[in-house]
């Protein structure tokens, strides 16, 4: 994933490979991926709040910090409940949301909607509305 190849040029990244494919389309946050979001179970929606922490985080985040939520949000999309990275059920005015840690300060806080086999993405830049 990602680094130098032979030659000095830059290899491809796997989450990020294909994410200029399609001129035209709306970005989606997970890359080039979003062709497998039919093999997963869960369609993710994004609030207005996740739509905006989305473009600051690209703007002004660290790649790392882009690639680990790219990972999170195909992890979620596959199995909201995976154990690893462990994910935290929140409670009193966050009840019935969840949460990764992104890094120290960060968390993608998600709610799921079993019924409609739907994942809500409600921030991305938050550490539970600090």
């Known amino acids: 994933m990602g680094g130098i190849g032979r030659g000095g040029h830059p290899k491809p990244n796997r989450l990020t490979e294909n994410a200029q494919d399609s001129p ?10 979003h062709h497998l979001a039919s ?33 999170l949000l195909v992890q979620i999309e596959a ?10 059920k929140l409670t009193k005015d966050w009840k019935g949301l969840y949460a990764n840690r992104l890094n120290l300060k960060h968390r993608l806080v998600y ?12 921030s991305l830049l938050t550490h539970y509305g600090d």
Not at 24 to 33: F, N, Q, V, W
Not at 42 to 71: C, F, H, I, M
Not at 111 to 117: P, T
């Open 79 to 88: 199995d909201p409940f995976a154990p690893n990275p462990p994910y935290k």
């Open 111 to 122: 709610e799921v909607i079993e019924q409609e086999k739907a994942i809500k993405v409600v």
């Open 24 to 33: 035209g389309r709306s970005e989606h946050p997970l890359g080039g991926l």
């Open 39 to 71: 093999l997963m179970p869960y369609k993710l929606y994004y609030t207005r709040q996740a739509v905006n922490d989305w473009e600051t985080l690209k703007r002004y985040g660290k790649p790392s910090l882009v690639a680990r939520a790219r990972r």
